[in-house]
């Protein structure tokens, strides 16, 4: 797109990862985890069962009218699918409770915790997560003892990928009222997608037996479960920045190649980014019916990341170059989660991801002509995950290209910059306008006559 305008500089260094010229002499700091998958993807995503109930219930409603909206658990699928849908749905009813007029024009001036809670319930409806965080951390703090504060903010926290605060604001809202289950369900998925197993079982036994709907925990306490006993047999080798599981002591060699491949997509795609993941991340080595088992995937899938990265060791995954191209995949979701949080678009995550591949996957988008009819780009915000192949290979494609197309006008560095404001509660929309120097509309607009 010719005559645009010059995209706007870098954000600032952010605390949680690191940035470098010269990468090699860095590594601090915590990664943060989301999750997502090659194939099925996506970096948004919200513990479905999940629930965000209201978090003002314990002042505008009964604890009998606002229960939990348990309907069935999340399950590795489900926690792989796009929130956009379920977090909608989830907080309608909230909306409709704060439908009563709002009594303080500045929440903040007027030092109204209920109004400024009112304002974060909104801002989560719109996605505009960091001024969720704010309004209900401010709100928290007039109201230190009230759990559906510390909820709202760590509902906040964790779409935004600050995984230590959701946790602190999860922890603290169990610790104000134990058999509040809503934050309950929200931390064990947390720790489930950072790998702490143990945890997630724990808190989930503990909020079955104290809430009156806990039960409806038990088909995901069982998955964990199965899990947990499963990984309990692994073997692991660890090393800088990844640690590898594995089921068979005659995978070790396929293991060690695995990390050893992760390592150069490390450098490699952090060249690219200028970005470099501090901290170690876990890759899974699964025979292809437990990685169907555990994450119940499509059979398209060749992989997942939901805060680790498991991959089935197929056939195809022993020819070193389709495990060199999974891996890297893979590893971008990753640096996607720890750079954007849980709010960023499956057709950006997905096309950095393909775009990045060694090679440059120059076949990504060779659908895209056979193709009948192309997705526009406001539908590839959801993850790919329940799309057929033939769906999930047009939305690739189509990724692929949107993405390429924003590196060839702007450069990796606004892409980058796009991601980081994500990471700090910017709407896309808005944010994309500021680092790519145009309306968002106005792009998918041109890439549909590409
Ligand atoms: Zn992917």
């Known amino acids: 797109m010719d005559g645009l305008s010059a995209p706007a500089p870098n954000a600032p260094v952010h605390g949680r990862w690191q940035h470098s010229a010269d990468p090699r002499r860095r590594n601090t700091h915590a990664i943060d985890r989301q999750d997502c998958a090659r194939e099925p993807q996506q970096s948004s995503d919200l513990p479905p069962a999940a629930t965000f109930v209201d978090p003002l219930k314990d002042k505008l409603h009964d604890r009998g009218e606002t229960s939990v909206i348990c309907r069935h658990l999340p399950g590795v699928l489900l926690a792989h699918q796009g929130f956009a849908l379920p977090i909608r749905l989830l907080i309608a009813p909230t909306l409709l409770m704060l439908a009563v007029p709002v009594t303080a024009a500045d929440p903040r001036a007027a030092g109204d915790p209920i109004a400024l809670a009112r304002d974060g319930a909104a801002a989560i409806e719109d996605r505009r997560f960091g001024e969720a965080l704010e309004a209900f951390s401010e709100a928290a703090a007039m109201r230190p003892g009230d759990a559906s504060l510390c909820f709202g903010a760590g509902v906040a926290a964790f779409m935004l990928g600050q995984n230590d605060v959701a946790r602190t604001r999860f922890e603290c809202a169990l610790?104000?009222?134990?058999?509040?289950?809503?934050?309950?369900?929200?931390?064990?998925?947390?720790?489930?997608?950072?790998?702490?197993?143990?945890?997630?079982?724990?808190?989930?036994?503990?909020?079955?037996?104290?809430?009156?709907?806990?039960?409806?925990?038990?088909?995901?306490?069982?998955?964990?479960?199965?899990?947990?006993?499963?990984?309990?047999?692994?073997?692991?080798?660890?090393?800088?920045h990844f640690t590898a599981l594995f089921a068979a002591p005659a995978d070790e060699p396929l293991a060690r190649h695995a990390v050893e491949r992760l390592d150069a997509a490390y450098w490699r795609v952090g060249d690219a980014l200028g970005v470099y993941p501090p901290q170690p991340i876990t890759v899974v080595l699964y025979t292809r019916e437990q990685f169907g088992d555990i994450t119940r995937m499509a059979a398209w899938s060749a992989a997942a990341y939901d805060g680790r990265i498991r991959v089935p060791l197929g056939g195809a995954l022993k020819q070193p170059e389709e495990l060199d191209r999974v891996l890297s995949h893979e590893f971008v979701h990753a640096v996607v989660a720890m750079l954007g949080g849980r709010t960023v678009p499956a057709w950006l995550n997905e096309?950095?991801?393909?775009?990045?591949?060694?090679?440059?996957?120059?076949?990504?988008?060779?659908?895209?002509?056979?193709?009948?009819?192309?997705?526009?780009?406001?539908?590839l915000h959801r993850s790919f995950v329940g799309l057929s192949r033939r769906d999930a290979e047009i939305a690739y494609a189509s990724a692929a290209r949107a993405v390429r197309r924003l590196i060839e006008q702007r450069g990796m560095a606004a892409l980058v910059a796009l991601l980081e404001d994500l990471g700090r509660g910017a709407q896309f929309a808005s944010a994309f306008h500021q680092r790519i120097a145009m309306r968002y509309e106005d792009f998918a607009a041109r890439l549909a006559r590409d």
């Open 175 to 240: 610790a104000l009222d134990p058999g509040y289950l809503p934050p309950a369900v929200w931390l064990g998925e947390l720790h489930y997608r950072a790998g702490r197993l143990h945890d997630a079982i724990s808190i989930y036994e503990t909020a079955r037996r104290r809430s009156p709907s806990g039960r409806e925990l038990q088909r995901r306490l069982a998955d964990w479960r199965k899990e947990q006993e499963l990984q309990s047999r692994f073997h692991e080798i660890r090393m800088t």
């Open 351 to 379: 096309g950095l991801a393909t775009v990045l591949e060694p090679e440059g996957r120059g076949d990504a988008e060779a659908t895209l002509p056979h193709a009948n009819v192309r997705p526009e780009l406001s539908t």
